[in-house]
């Protein structure tokens, strides 16, 4: 069993940063690939990033490529997600997902943490 807490979310205005952390409990987080999400009000819960185990693997939605920078410290149990350039389109609640192969799919992942709110005012 994993549990996963984020940490980090906020307001911010539009061109601002913010750098989610997502604390993992368990030996074995080392062994997960790591995914974020991010849900708007009104929409479906949808992909931002992924990083494999050893993090030599990452992936980024098309939304956020160049903007946000996905990373992992596992002496720390903790996946990070640095966000820059942030824009009012990027407000939703974040979550941090574990255990998936690292793709895109919510549904490939079996752990997730309750999420953290980032608005962004214009």
């Known amino acids: 069993q994993v549990q996963l807490v984020e940490s980090g979310g906020g307001l911010v205005q539009a061109g601002g940063s913010l750098r989610l952390s997502c604390r993992a409990s368990?030996?074995?987080?080392?062994?997960?690939?790591m995914g974020w999400f991010r849900q708007a009000a009104g929409k479906e819960r949808e992909f931002v990033s992924a990083?494999?185990?050893?993090?030599?693997?990452?992936r980024y939605a098309d939304s956020v490529k160049g903007r946000f920078t996905i990373s992992r410290d596992n002496a720390k149990n903790t996946v990070y997600l640095q966000m820059n350039s942030l824009k009012p389109e990027d407000t939703a609640v974040y979550y941090c997902?574990?255990?998936?192969?690292?793709?895109?799919?919510?549904?490939?992942?079996?752990?997730w943490g309750q999420g953290t709110q980032v608005t962004v005012s214009s």
């Open positions: 990083i494999s185990w050893g993090g030599g693997s990452r």
């Open positions: 997902a574990a255990s998936g192969p690292g793709g895109g799919i919510p549904e490939e992942y079996d752990y």
């Open positions: 368990g030996r074995t987080f080392r062994t997960y690939a």
